[in-house]
Every structure is written in structure tokens, then in C-alpha cells.
């Protein structure tokens, strides 16, 4: 009786963390309605994480590959098993965050710089400044003369 308990234990604490994750979460405000001052700092939490990539040390392709194998088993999350895939897909939504600044006319971030520097304290910061209005054209022609004044 034991060794059933033991692994009706062990099968519920292996199911459970896939219960949690599985739990939807509140929306996020859609990337389209947010402003300036909310796109910036989402910018600014994804730079800080992102930070020093190249110089971290990545788990082997033998473990990568375990932890795929595990996660298709128990049907666990696989967050971790392609991070340089992750990598990428985090630069791409930097770089449309980025876009969207431009198009809002907002100050912008220079993504190279700021994904270069390596001080873990240094907050990332717009740098790159707003795009100049355009000035409405002005009339094609001379304006027209005041018609004269009528003389009594």
C-alpha cells in the first residue's frame, strides 16, 4: 500500500505545477492602446533582463534536450529549452516597441547601446529624440489682396 500512496504522491506534486501554470492570467493591456510612458517602461524591464546575453553561460544541448523530453512527458512548461530563441523573439518585440515610440512620436531607445552596456544598475533610457513634426504646407499661391474700401 505504500508504494501506491508514494507514487499517487509523486504523480499529483509532478501534475500540480502544470495546474498553476495553466491558470489564465489577467490580460495585459493590448500593445496598441498603451502610451508612451508605459511602452518605455516595458522597454526599459525587457532591456535590464536582457542585458549580458551573449556572456551568460547556457545550459548544454544534453540538458536543453532533457528538459524538452521531461516537459513533453509530464507536460510541463518548456520555458528554457531554446534560449536563443527566446533571445531573438525578446529583440523583435524590443524593436516593434521601438517603432511604435517612433510612430507615437515619442523619444526612442538606441537598442544597441543600451543592450552593450553591462552595469546592472544603469536604467535604460530614451535617448534617440522624437521625430521632428511635419509643418502643414503653406498656401500654393499669394494670399489675395483686401478688397478696397468704398469711398463715401
Known amino acids: 500500500m505504500r508504494p501506491t500512496a508514494l507514487f499517487i504522491l509523486l504523480s499529483l506534486a509532478m501534475a500540480l505545477p502544470s495546474v498553476a501554470h495553466a491558470k489564465k492570467q489577467k490580460p495585459d493591456t493590448p500593445d496598441d492602446k498603451l502610451n508612451c510612458k508605459q511602452i518605455s517602461g516595458r522597454m526599459q524591464v525587457r532591456i535590464l533582463q536582457l542585458r549580458g546575453f551573449e556572456d551568460r553561460k547556457q545550459a548544454s544541448g544534453l540538458a536543453r534536450g532533457i528538459q524538452a523530453g521531461m516537459a513533453a512527458t509530464f507536460g510541463n512548461l518548456s520555458h528554457g529549452t531554446d534560449p536563443q530563441g527566446a533571445y531573438a523573439e525578446d529583440i523583435k518585440s524590443l524593436h516593434a516597441y521601438n517603432q511604435r515610440l517612433v510612430e507615437l512620436g515619442c523619444k526612442s531607445y538606441d537598442l544597441e547601446s543600451e543592450l552593450k552596456k553591462t552595469d546592472p544598475l544603469e536604467t535604460p533610457s530614451p535617448t534617440v529624440p522624437a521625430p521632428k513634426k511635419?509643418?502643414?504646407?503653406?498656401?500654393?499661391?499669394?494670399?489675395?489682396?483686401?478688397?478696397?474700401?468704398?469711398?463715401n
Open 134 to 151: 511635419k509643418k502643414a504646407p503653406a498656401a500654393a499661391g499669394p494670399a489675395p489682396a483686401p478688397a478696397p474700401a468704398a469711398a
